[in-house]
């Protein structure tokens, strides 16, 4: 199966510095025009089906990206990590810190072993389903994260050492294959 992976557009709390976690999210002006963006730039591709979280930020880039033409499923599994008390608090206190929560918890929340569980059920889920297709997924920073340490073999460390956030590389979608895991 191939997988490609959009996150969602720029959100209100992303340009004020908060974590929004497992808020909703309401995507921010820049956030639309990022999205609408992203629909010309993969219009000539072809997806079987398109999943995406079911936070609103997600949501609403889903069908901003993708509009009516494919299925869009929403997957609660592909929802950022839960920060618990850090949630809509200031980023700057822990995002240079993720490494201390592959295996210890958010105050309140969830780890990112937690996330990396509940991406490798999905995509147990999935490939039942979708093993030959073309999917596209729409969702956050700790599942594509997740992704690469289950599809692309990197340890959590690797993974968000290398975080295209970190050196500001986004691109118009992330390819990953799923074999057999």
Not at 2 to 7: D, L
Not at 69 to 90: F, H, S, V
Not at 122 to 140: C, G, P, R
Not at 152 to 169: E, F, H, L, M
Request: with cysteine.
């Amino acid at each position: 199966m191939k997988i490609t992976y959009f996150v969602h557009g720029t959100t209100i709390d992303n340009e004020q510095g908060l974590a929004t976690g497992w808020e909703p999210g309401q995507l921010s002006k820049k956030g639309i025009l990022e999205s609408k963006k992203l629909n010309t730039l993969v219009s000539n591709r072809h997806f079987d089906v398109v999943f995406c979280s079911d936070l609103k930020r997600a949501i609403d880039s889903a069908y901003l990206i993708f509009g009516d033409k494919y299925k869009i499923i929403q997957d609660k599994r592909l929802r950022e990590a839960n920060y618990g008390n850090l949630t809509l608090q200031p980023a700057s206190i822990f995002k240079d810190k993720l490494s201390e929560y592959i295996k210890e918890r958010f105050p309140n929340g969830e780890n990112y072993e937690e996330v990396e569980n509940r991406l490798r059920d999905f995509l147990d889920d999935i490939k039942k389903e979708y093993s030959h297709k073309h999917i596209a997924i729409v969702a956050h920073q700790a599942p594509q994260l997740a992704l690469d340490v289950i599809l692309k073999g990197k340890t959590w460390q690797q993974a968000i050492a290398t975080d295209w956030r970190k050196t500001k590389t986004w691109q118009p979608g992330w390819e990953y294959e799923l074999k057999n895991i």
